[in-house]
């Protein structure tokens, strides 16, 4: 499987703290089916101020330390990107990775707060939209305003936006009312695709392998290797991976 979003850097936010736990998390996610990583820090203004060369250094320490252990995980790098003002100065600046690309337009993980949909929400995605970016909204089944009222996700795509879902959510990491968001989007085929959100091993490891056992009894084999690696596997084609 192809898992487009983890917090297993070290140092860089509130996922790994040492590379000791990066080499954990690399083995646990390997044991969960997992063959390719992205790495995605956070990148939050005031928050996890991380940069293109913060990442980058990490990244290169983590790559080094999973090859060390022979860890079969290949690795690469983006950002998750919280909903800002100053993302407009970055995209213009060329400094976001991105995660990859889709249908030549290269895709952002675009980060919103737990607890609402910020006001000028639509006005950021027209601008990202027209410079030729497709958004991706993390785990949209954890967002308050959507657990409150589904029809937003219809709104947010009607925008332009597309859907990960954190495989957590189906394995009962979360709320229920998390899990039930998570079902009814993938009943709708409005999920594009599943990734784990990996922070830690104690509260949130990789649930990749046990998620996809799951979904894949729920809505078959074809769309569960859609969601879980052919399509995060199409996202990240023209990727490096180390
Ligand atoms: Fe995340």
Redesign the pocket.
Known sequence: MVDL???ILPGLDD?ARTIDETIALAKQSVQEGVTHMVC?P?VHPSVFDNTESTIQEAFEAAVDAIHQHNIPLKMAYAA?VRLSIEIIEWIQAKSIPFLGSLDNKKVL?L?LPHSHIPAGTDNLVNWLTNQGIQPVI??PERNREIMANYEKVRWLKNLGCLFQM?AGAVTGRFRKESEDIAWRMLEDDLVTYVAS?L?NLHKRPNDMGTAYKKVKEVIGQTKAQMLFQNVPAHITQSKAWY
């Open positions: 979003h983890s917090h996922g995605t956070h998750e993980l980060e993390p785990h954190t959100d922070h």
